[in-house]
């Protein structure tokens, strides 16, 4: 990270479509992204998709990563399974590498995996199941970077593999006083106002710190923002956050770079 | 290829389970051929089986191919789709490059690609598919070998994209005149007696000849020999090729070590 | 159909969302027609849309069919396979049947079946695909209509054994002089024009005639016209073309009326 | 049920079959049973092993219910997945209609439902997963059976809504004195042993007792003794279970008639 000058990746969900259906707004977000989660079939995304999305963000200037899923379709991908640790750690090793044979295939490297979903939210407090993503992932390329939740199991595992780990934060999602999420079902868990979303995101960045939802002041420090862009106003506030960024001095840098 | 000593790789289809669903007699077959085509989950084959079957090919010294199918996992691979090119040639990328994770996890080298069921066939006579096919190997990794039977389009589209190609022969089946497999459903198609199919393959091995199905004799050179695995008969034929092979001063190699 | 007064059913596709995927524009395209080709799960639909959608069509006193397809989900059913009868038979059965239990949970009859895309092409002119579709049909419910286009292999087997058929117009597309659509890839085969659609379907309504695509008048007797709903466009054609039909004094009724 | 004379179903999973992947032994269980359980295509199961396993089913006399599962075709529908009520109620109706297409077909009535593998443990305890159940079979179809086992929160369900309960109980698995089976981890669950197996479900018939894995005599009234088939030893136990209940002057009847 370069001294003095603030830098943050900005990371979203890609490549989501499926066959005729198709989803999220991946052509206006990828321009303003510095890191893309690209789909790998499980939850969404197909091998064209996967293709099309790989290339588009090598265009633009996108660092890739895998977002690997429960199979689960139907679902997207949103419901716990209660799979074993080897079902997990091959189900993201067939996917972390049908994802990065794309990425060869387009000359780009794979710079980073996010699990997505159910399998992400049961490996933040799942040991088992996070030793196993870990393992899965670096027992294919133990060079890939693996997104987090700061202090969850997952991120422990992955350190204690050797993973590098991208520490998340989220712009427009409320933190409970001990750093974690406040549930989507709590009042207030989800930031409706655009601009509130944008100083928590300024505020992780400059001052490693975020506002829990009773006030309390925490710790957090991040590597990298997750933004949504399946919705018009995910877009805005994308755009609103760029011009936010670049005005506080903060410089958007993949996810490899942040880390270097 | 050694001066003097015949040499030929013997494949099988193997991996090809999934889940709960066992076929094949995996366990048994393994140790008896040089390099094994494995299932890549679209007509068979999961993570778990992937894993477990490339482990035991590296265990075994046996080289590992892919073997990527048409998305068709009820109707096994055997249904003719009318799939575009591209829709091809990224269902082969992610296929493949997803049983090369399995292989990069397990260091061992993916050796060769060779297309499963209706998609292999349909490929032997439509040149836009064999194209497809070739491309998308190549695409992921020009240091492949493709097997294919010789004379087709997907020989033809393999060497224009600069890929190795492996000759395959049929041991147990019949050919016409023209140097093509006789048909399934033609009477004696398939070679229900060991001891000529034994001969079949001696013949190809040591005089890149077969002697087709009206009696013509015809030229086929082979790179590898195509054996089955899926029933104990099959188990059996394979043990006494291998034991006439051998008597014959055949040596077995692996595709690689072969077309060196 | 009652005398002087000429009457029509409106068809069109509908619950072919699947998951968290949503296509069309059921809600408004609902209220618009008088009967619904509703997904079966094998190229769009699940089991809440298929619930959500059946409901919505009841309170909306609009009938309900089964839309049965290949089982290719990627493919959203359009690509031509190579199944045998037996496949294609119990494929229809299964999904007529998962279709015709959420009509009995909602207390709504099925009223017909039209099958979609690739299969649905393919039996206008495979005898052997089209007998396999009606006797399925016909062994789950002989008291179903089977949509079919004139003239074709499917509306001949749908009579041999008994199904009442249902003729289909289009309305937005061109006819060749022997009366069947001509291919989408042929220049002029799609109108773009909401006013010559409108034209064509009061034409086929009130004339029993198509103009066809060189000029010839030819003979088309329809019981239902095909329309389509999932864009913005093809949801104002719906609307002008029910204007256009009730201002000539079409009445429109489900398709059980209209054979009545 | 007749006075004096004790009579039982006996049934077992069967047409668990999935395209070219054969599982169990089907052919040699189907004359032994007297209720069959049939795969759906969830977890096992397609259409053409679902229309054979009917069909043979009302050749052999035998009655025919629906085994619905949770989509997870690679885990063998033994995965908990955590699906909303919605989801599970949606599931059940669309696999219970599709069998029943196959039953409606083959001119047999559908019998009964018993829930596969995870969803039918989870919904013994989880009172919102039991209720959805019991209300999609209702909705289907209020005269269908459920198999449950007793005192669960299944059976409490299926009653409330007013559908008939076959009681259920194991022939080769220990029970806890809380008249629960015991967790298939714990050293003693599973009898290896035909002759106890035999024994327990003798004293179910006859006495409506169970000797619990701690020696606990208790109470279990059954309708139906649920048997395995899928290897030879179960087939065979199958064989002396029908011998030894006969000896014992036990009827087996299909649950329709046990209810009576």
Known sequence: MSLGMPVVDLNADLGESFGSFKVGQDEEVIPLVTSANVACGFHGGDPRVMDRTVRACRE??????????????VGFGRRAMDVTPFEAETDIVYQVAALAGFCRRNRIDLQHVKPHG?????????????????????????????ICQPETELARAAEQVGLRVAREGYV???????????????????????????QQALRMVTESTVVAIDGTVIQLQVDTLCVH????EAVNLLRLLRQELAAAGVQLQPLAEVLR
Chains 1, 2, 3, 4 share one sequence.
């Open 229 to 232: 862009g399946d919705n018009p």
């Open 172 to 198: 427009d999602r409320a933190y409970g006083p001990d750093g974690r999420l406040v549930s989507r079902r709590q009042e207030g868990a989800v930031y409706r106002d655009p601009e509130r979303a944008v």
């Open 60 to 73: 633009a200037g996108v660092a890739v990563g895998a977002h690997p899923s429960f199979p689960d379709l």
């Open 118 to 146: 159910a399998i992400n939210n049961l490996a933040a407090h799942d040991t088992a199941l996070a030793e196993a993503i870990a393992v899965g992932v670096a027992s294919y390329d133990p060079g890939l970077i693996l």
